[in-house]
């Protein structure tokens, strides 16, 4: 519900209050609620988790309490460092409180700090029996809860004020077989993989063990968190298929604490919802099992283009679309970026990974615009570049809009029959558009809240000229303002999940923004609306 202003909510909050509407809302225990564990009840979660109980707070925070009173600019920009840090999200903004009245910040190296969006508590998983423990905790106290595995969200789901997090971090164990059998059928080579294991650490063993997964482009994202809930795009996807195409297996802790095996054959409608319906929605997943295939070597080039104005990067994205279909035959796949900045800019090569702000937006472009009417691309990557002139003229000279096309079809097409709740955009998609807006901490509140809207307001009628109304997009590298995120995210499968969802979480333990059943739940998730 993040779509509707915080004066409409407190509108409609008041308007029910009145009605006889009102018993059926309910709100999650927070402070001062008197369902809420006392300091006696969480000091004894923390004698069963073995001491795995920690406060949590914003990253600034943790910053502030180092030695030297701050964190080097190195270390807020490492997602390996910010990872060491509980409450930290890689893209800062989602930690802070912009909708909560007043706004809650806590900004770097500032003098006051609030909680802003960030959770209490963290249990910091070592096994599966914290994680039940956890659940059931959350569960019986009616707490909010978040899951977290590298805090690279850019929808700000693995966050929420008032929160207990279960942090899986520490979930890293992998292993690697020849013949992984799901029932009596043997579905060969595989790798099950924690959800905690970061992105590359896995690439590096699947490498020692000949093998390649399906996997992103960072380093630091879980490939068997929210990377696969969402579908997972990666550059030998039409190649192979999407990540969640190449799942064989989960295991998962869902609401009620127990902790499920699920595949083709075992709580199949589950193994559906978990395979592209969304990340944080059913359940805290402890590990997950892919196919592998044998390693090989690649050709790899990068090719920069440079445009002296916004209308000759408009030519070249149009000459660009014109030959999206070339490399077609080889299943090549290609990662490109349109930036609008100063010569001495885009010469300029930074090492600011993370620790940004930033809002995204995107859609999925379907190939039939890119055979039908590739000139259009030009008209749509130009009045995007100037869009983002505006926004430095609004805000300052770091932000920029930062526009980056993934590129698929190939085998994520040819697998449109597999059975999952993947968005079937993807399977008749070319490439899935990604913007992203900047600021910083100078930027002005009301500035970073034209930001924060911008997708909606200004870019998406531009990328609609080629994608037509009512798109299809990527629920992982979204806009968390999409006002109809039940089609947008998840096309026609939305009905099927949200069944899926009341057997397996009846009480809606698992809520996350734009999620599954998310439309019952204020924009934190803690009170029904
Ligand atoms: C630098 C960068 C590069 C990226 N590249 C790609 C790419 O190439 N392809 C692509 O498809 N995506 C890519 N993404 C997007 C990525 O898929 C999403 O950011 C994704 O949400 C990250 O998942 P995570 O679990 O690592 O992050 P988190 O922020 O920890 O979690 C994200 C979501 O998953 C849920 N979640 C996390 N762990 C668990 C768990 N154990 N059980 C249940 N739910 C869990 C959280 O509740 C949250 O809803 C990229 C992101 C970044 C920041
Ligand atoms: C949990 O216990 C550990 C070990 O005793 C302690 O270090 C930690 O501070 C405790 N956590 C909380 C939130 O009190
Ligand atoms: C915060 O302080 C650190 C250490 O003094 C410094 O390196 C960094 O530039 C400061 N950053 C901001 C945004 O104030
Ligand atoms: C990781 O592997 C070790 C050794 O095989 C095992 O003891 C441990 O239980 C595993 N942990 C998890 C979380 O799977
Ligand atoms: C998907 O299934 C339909 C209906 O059975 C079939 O006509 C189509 O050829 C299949 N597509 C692929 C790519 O397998």
């Known amino acids: 519900m993040r779509s509707i202003p915080t004066a409409l909510i407190l509108l409609v909050c008041a308007l029910s209050s009145a009605s006889k509407e009102d018993e059926r809302q309910t709100c999650r225990n927070i402070p001062g609620s008197a369902g809420y564990p006392t300091s006696a009840a969480w000091s004894a979660l923390n004698k069963t988790i073995g001491g795995r109980l920690v406060k949590v707070v914003p990253s600034a925070k943790y910053c502030a309490s180092l030695p030297g009173g701050a964190c080097t600019d190195a270390q807020w920009t490492s997602a390996v460092f910010r990872g060491t840090i509980p409450g930290a999200m890689n893209t800062v903004n989602w930690e802070q409180g912009y909708d909560l009245s007043p706004p809650s910040l806590c900004l770097r190296n500032a003098t006051t700090c609030g909680q802003g969006d960030v959770p209490i508590y963290s249990v910091e998983a070592q096994s599966v029996v914290d994680i039940q423990t956890a659940v059931k905790f959350a569960s019986s106290n009616k707490l909010r809860v978040v899951v977290k595995a590298s805090g690279h969200d ?77 579908a997972g795009h990666s550059a030998v996807a039409p190649i192979f298929g999407l990540a969640a195409d190449n799942v064989l297996e989960f295991n998962i802790v869902i609401a009620s604490g127990e902790l499920l095996k699920v595949n083709s054959i075992s709580y199949p409608d589950l193994f559906y919802a978990l395979r592209g319906g969304g990340a944080g929605s059913w359940g805290v997943i402890v590990s997950a099992t892919f196919r592998t295939f044998p390693t090989f070597d690649v050709t790899y080039g990068v090719i920069d283009l440079t445009a002296s104005s916004n209308a000759a990067a408009g030519a070249l994205a149009a000459i660009h679309a014109q030959h999206m279909f070339d490399l077609e035959a080889v299943h090549g796949s290609q990662y490109s970026y349109y930036t609008s900045a100063n010569i001495n800019d885009a010469l300029f090569q930074s090492d600011d990974s993370v620790g940004n702000d930033m809002a995204m937006g995107s859609r999925l472009i379907p190939a039939s615009a890119y055979r039908n009417a590739p000139a259009t691309f030009g008209k749509m990557y130009e009045e995007l570049l100037d869009a983002g002139t505006f926004d430095r003229r609004l805000v300052g000279a770091r932000t920029h809009v930062y526009p980056g096309a993934h590129w698929v079809l190939g085998q994520v097409a040819a697998n449109i029959n597999v059975s999952s709740a993947v968005n079937p955009a993807w399977r008749t998609a070319k490439s899935l558009l990604t913007l992203g807006n900047f600021w910083t901490d100078q930027t002005p509140l009301a500035d970073v809240n034209v930001l924060r809207r911008m997708f909606q307001t200004t870019q998406l009628p531009i990328v609609e000229q080629v994608t037509g109304p009512n798109g299809g997009t990527y629920s992982n590298e979204a806009d968390v303002f999409e006002p109809n995120f039940q089609t947008t995210f998840f096309g026609p499968n939305y009905a099927k999940l949200s069944g899926i969802k009341s057997k397996y979480d009846p009480e809606d333990l698992f809520i996350v923004p734009l999620g599954v059943g998310s439309e019952r739940w204020d924009q934190w998730g803690l009170c029904t609306v």
Request: aromatic letters at 8%.
């Open 154 to 230: 850019w929808l700000g789901r693995s966050t929420a004020p008032n929160s207990l997090l279960i942090r899986t971090t520490g979930l890293q164990n992998s292993s690697f077989t020849e013949a992984f059998f799901i029932g009596t059928e043997n579905m060969g080579s595989a790798a099950t993989v924690g959800s905690g294991l970061p992105m590359g650490v896995l690439y590096q063993r699947a490498k020692a063990n000949g093998k390649i997964i399906i996997g992103g482009t960072a380093a630091t994202v879980c490939a068997a968190g929210g990377y696969l809930q969402g």
